[in-house]
Antibody
Framework: QVQLQESGPGLVKPSETLSLSCTVS?????????WGWIRQSPGKGLEWIGN???????YYNPSLKSRVTMSVDTSKNRFSMRMTSVAAADTAVYYC????????????WGQGALVTVSS | SYVLTQPPSVSVAPGQTARITCGGN??????VHWYHQKPGQAPVLAVY???DRPSGTPERFSGSNSGNTATLTISRVEAGDEADYYC???????????FGGGTKLTVL
């Protein structure tokens, strides 16, 4: 069974860089699929951050594109996201998820990682 | 950018039918996916490609999509269906994934 698990610091200072990883088990990232990041601010809806294909091709939400970088590490079967210059508005639960293709749904999700931006 | 519009809330009595809409420009030309999310949990795929159900989704859940509106219909609503529901599409013109704002389903 496919499982995804987010990891990273739960607290980040304003203006610093947020880094999260998503380790995948039960499926080899190098085989295929798109791997995405979605976030949810407290009490708010879902916001797509971006997708990365197993080959490394990336697709970003235009509102976050200038601050986000995604990467894939097939040797560790995980993918990662970096968001620079964070602010309080970036406080959210960050989810990683899998999608068969860009038009496909996210069929497997991680449990989510709460990241708080605060000094 | 492409926008999906959902009603903030829908209320329904147990046993009745709930309809949650997702509006978007010519959304009928896109594949719509629906997720439900309960407090403190990750979203779960409920319906995909407009009307297909993953294993685990009850047959009470159905979807339709035409024109400018997609609809998730939940028949014979149960207390356990109370959750937030989100629609999602891929905007091919921009290669972006878009989520609706979400609808809170309350079972009275």
């Amino acid at each position: 069974q496919v499982q995804l698990q987010e990891s990273g610091p739960g607290l980040v200072k304003p203006s610093e860089t947020l880094s999260l990883s998503c380790t995948v088990s039960g499926y080899s990232i190098s085989t295929g699929y798109y791997w995405g990041w979605i976030r949810q601010s407290p009490g708010k809806g879902l916001e797509w951050i971006g997708n990365i294909y197993h080959s490394g091709t990336t697709y970003y939400n235009p509102s976050l594109k200038s601050r986000v970088t995604m990467s894939v590490d097939t040797s560790k079967n995980r993918f990662s996201m970096r968001m620079t210059s964070v602010a309080a508005a970036d406080t959210a639960v960050y989810y990683c998820a899998r999608s068969g293709e860009m038009a496909a749904p996210f069929d497997y999700w991680g449990q989510g990682a709460l990241v708080t931006v605060s000094s | 950018s492409y926008v999906l519009t959902q009603p903030p809330s829908v209320s329904v009595a147990p046993g009745q039918t709930a309809r949650i809409t997702c509006g978007g420009n010519n959304i009928g030309g896109k594949s719509v996916h629906w997720y439900h999310q309960k407090p403190g949990q990750a979203p779960v795929l409920a319906v995909y490609n407009d009307y297909d159900r993953p294993s685990g989704t009850p047959e009470r859940f159905s979807g339709s999509n035409s024109g400018n509106t997609a609809t998730l219909t939940i028949s014979r609503v149960e207390a356990g269906d109370e959750a937030d529901y989100y629609c999602q599409v891929w905007d091919s013109s921009s290669d972006h994934v878009v989520f609706g704002g979400g609808t809170k389903l309350t079972v009275l």
